[in-house]
Every structure is written in C-alpha cells, then in structure tokens.
C-alpha cells in the first residue's frame, strides 16, 4: 500500500519557537496533501489543503500566516508553526491524496507529529 | 446538522462476532467513502474504501454503501481483541472538491 512518511514524529519546543514538520509520500505521487490536527479523544480538524506548485487552502478559523505550508513537490509538504504557543500543542496528522477525482481517490495518513509546546 | 455522523459508541462485541458500524452524511453530492481505524495515540489507518452502492469485501471487512438512504456502514467478521480501535468514516465534501469531512468516530471494543 501507499506509504506516507513524517518528521518528526514527537517534537518538544519553547513557547515563541517556529516548528517546522515535514509529510512526504514515498512510493506514489501525490496531487493533493492535507493538514490535520487532532486534540485529545477529538475528531481528525483539517487545517488546510495544499496542491503542489500553488498556495495551500485554509479552512475557516486557521490562521494562515501562523501554520505555513508549503508544497514543493508532488511528493513533499511541510508545516511550520510560526511562534508557537501552549495552546498549538496537539496531534499534527498529514495525509497525501492519490487522486484529485472524487470517485476515484483514495488518501493515506502520515505517522503523525505530536507537538508539545512548553 | 453535523456533515458526517457516527455513534460514538463504545460497541463492544464478543470475539469471534460481527461488529456493525454505522455511518450517515448530509451531503448528497458525495462519491467517495472511507474508513479508518485509529488505534490510542496513533494515526488513521485506511481499511476500507468505497464508491458505488452496494457491497465491497476484503477479508474480514466489508463497507456497504447506499447513496439513497445517504448510509455507509463497515461490518467486520470474526472480531478480533486486536480489532478494538476507533473507526473513523470519512466523505468527500461536495461534488468535484478534493476534501473530505470526517465523524467523530465509533469507539469498538472487542471483548475476548
């Protein structure tokens, strides 16, 4: 099946630091990666949806100049958190589409990064 | 009205039974459909996907779709320990946008 990496897996960081997190697809190409975050026995929260070449697109609410994503290339995609905060400390989850086609996509998940903002 | 809705359980099933997870959404646009296992303090894991109504298997699990009723379920045979998890639906939202919107999830525990 599709692998989908992500570095790092557990970052612990100082309030007012920018972390930055790496999704990459390894063994396909991915048209569209998404941002998730996930709170403490809460639902998947997408943050934003990025295509390659061109700016990610925000859900309402995540503030754009503070989560930074960049979309290199078909198979890589990062976040930063730009001065991090306590209340950014969660479970940061990407996945990468196969397909842009509703009907014939499928998405995989990334490992996940856990956040800790001190 | 939530987009995706599931029971948040938790179902517990005896081993060795079929657990019965259920799944509605709002949108009748949707065309594509999934579900994800998520184990405590991991990420999703895709089990199953689906596009056309009806039945699709593959081993032990099998996802049921039916665009009319607006209704995806996932039924899994012969219920392991190592099946407890949370099960995650997701669609995609709106026709022709590359998103997708997932429920809260269906906490299954499956008892040995």
């Known amino acids: 099946g599709a692998v989908v990496s992500q570095h790092p897996s557990r970052v612990i960081c100082k309030s007012g630091t920018s972390v930055k997190i790496e999704c990459r697809s390894l063994d396909f190409q991915a048209t569209t990666m998404f941002w998730y975050r996930q709170f403490p026995k809460k639902s998947l929260m997408l943050m934003a949806t990025?295509?390659?070449?061109?700016?990610?697109?925000?859900e309402q609410g995540v503030e754009k100049d503070k989560f930074l994503i960049n979309h290199a290339s078909l198979t890589l995609s990062t976040l930063t958190v730009t001065s991090a905060h306590p209340e950014d400390s969660s479970f940061y989850i990407c996945?990468?589409?196969?397909?842009?086609?509703?009907?014939?996509?499928?998405?995989?998940f990334g490992p996940g990064t856990r956040l800790t903002v001190l | 009205q939530k987009e995706v809705e599931q029971n948040s359980g938790p179902l517990s099933v005896p081993e060795g039974a079929i657990a019965s997870l259920n799944c509605t959404y709002s949108d009748r646009g949707s065309q594509s459909f999934f579900w994800y296992r998520q184990y405590s303090g991991k990420s999703p894991e895709l089990i199953m996907f689906i596009y056309s109504n009806g039945d699709k298997e593959d081993g032990r699990f099998t996802a049921q779709l039916n665009k009319a009723s607006q209704y995806v379920s996932l039924l899994i045979r012969d219920s392991q320990p190592s099946d407890s998890a949370t099960y995650l639906c997701a669609v995609n939202w709106r026709s022709g946008t590359y998103k997708y919107i997932f429920g809260t999830g269906t906490r299954l525990k499956v008892l040995a």
């Open positions: 990025s295509n390659e070449g061109s700016k990610a697109t925000y």
């Open positions: 996945s990468a589409g196969t397909s842009g086609r509703p009907g014939t996509d499928t998405q995989y």
